[in-house]
C-alpha cells in the first residue's frame, strides 16, 4: 500500500536559514504530490504539486519542490524563512488504489518553528 | 472567488446531542469530501461524494452520516457526539476523481461538553 513519509516531526530554523521539510513516498508507479500548508485553526491551503510535468516545482510563497523517482522523495524548500512560515506543512501523495476517487494519503506533518 | 465555506467555523455540542456541520463551494466541483482532524495528526478521510454517489471509508464509525443536497452543499452529521469526536472537522473539493488537487475550507472545530 501506499505510505509517505515526512521525516522530523518538529523543524526548527532561524529567519533568513534555509528550510528544507522531507517526505519520502513509496509507490513504484510515480503519483501525484502535493505539499500542503496549515496554520492554527485554518484549513490546509496548497503550496505546490507535482503531476508528471517538471520534477522541479515552484509554489506560492517562494516554496519549491523537487521530485526524485530515484530516491521516491519530494522534499520541500525554501531559501530564507521568514517568521510567516511557521505552521504545519503536509505531504500528501495520489492513493494508487482509488484511480476512480482521486483520495490522497497524507504524511503525519511537519511542525516549522522560525526563530528570529 | 471561487471557495470553500464551512459554517460554523466553532461549534460546541453537548455529550449525545445530535450536530449538523456544513459546507459549501462555489467551484462547481464534482467531489466532496469530509475529514477529521484531530490535534497533531494528519486529516482522515471519513466519506465523500462524488456527484451524488457516497463513498464511505470502511473505518469511518456509523455515528458519522453525510448528505449532499446539490452540488453546492454538503452535511456532516454526527448523530450521538462521543468526547472523542472533538476534533477539526474539514471539507474539500475536488474538481474530479482524477485530479487529486483538493481545495480545502477553513474548518469547523468541534467541542463536545
Known amino acids: 500500500a501506499q505510505s509517505v513519509t515526512q521525516l522530523g516531526s518538529h523543524v526548527s530554523v532561524s529567519e533568513g536559514a534555509l528550510v528544507l521539510l522531507r517526505c519520502n513516498y513509496s509507490?513504484?508507479?510515480?503519483?501525484?504530490l502535493f505539499w500542503y500548508v496549515q496554520y492554527p485553526n485554518q484549513g490546509l491551503q496548497l503550496l505546490l504539486k507535482?503531476?508528471?510535468?517538471?520534477?522541479l516545482v515552484k509554489g506560492i510563497n517562494g516554496f519549491e519542490a523537487e521530485f526524485k523517482k530515484s530516491e521516491t522523495s519530494f522534499h520541500l524548500t525554501k531559501p530564507s524563512a521568514h517568521m510567516s512560515d511557521a505552521a504545519e506543512y503536509f505531504c500528501?501523495?495520489?492513493?494508487?488504489?482509488?484511480?476512480?476517487?482521486?483520495?490522497?494519503?497524507f504524511g503525519q506533518g511537519t511542525t516549522l518553528q522560525v526563530k528570529p | 472567488d471561487a471557495m470553500v465555506i464551512q459554517n460554523p467555523r466553532y461549534q460546541v455540542t453537548q455529550f449525545g446531542k445530535p450536530v449538523t456541520l456544513s459546507c459549501s463551494q462555489t467551484?462547481?466541483?464534482?467531489?466532496m469530501y469530509w475529514y477529521q482532524q484531530k490535534s497533531s495528526q494528519a486529516p482522515k478521510l471519513l466519506f465523500h461524494?462524488?456527484?451524488?454517489?457516497?463513498?464511505n471509508e470502511a473505518d469511518t464509525p456509523d455515528n458519522f452520516q453525510s448528505r449532499r443536497p446539490n452540488t453546492s452543499f454538503c452535511f456532516l452529521d454526527i448523530r450521538s457526539p462521543g468526547l472523542g469526536d472533538a476534533a477539526m472537522y474539514l471539507c474539500?473539493?475536488?474538481?474530479?476523481?482524477?485530479?487529486?488537487?483538493?481545495?480545502f475550507g477553513p474548518g469547523t472545530r468541534l467541542t463536545v461538553t
Open positions: 500528501a501523495v495520489s492513493d494508487p488504489g482509488s484511480s476512480n476517487t482521486g483520495k490522497l494519503i
Open positions: 509507490s513504484s508507479v510515480p503519483p501525484y
Open positions: 507535482y503531476t508528471s510535468a517538471a520534477t
Open positions: 474539500a473539493t475536488s474538481r474530479d476523481r482524477t485530479s487529486y488537487e483538493q481545495y
Open positions: 467551484l462547481n466541483h464534482n467531489v
Open positions: 461524494y462524488y456527484d451524488k454517489d457516497f463513498n
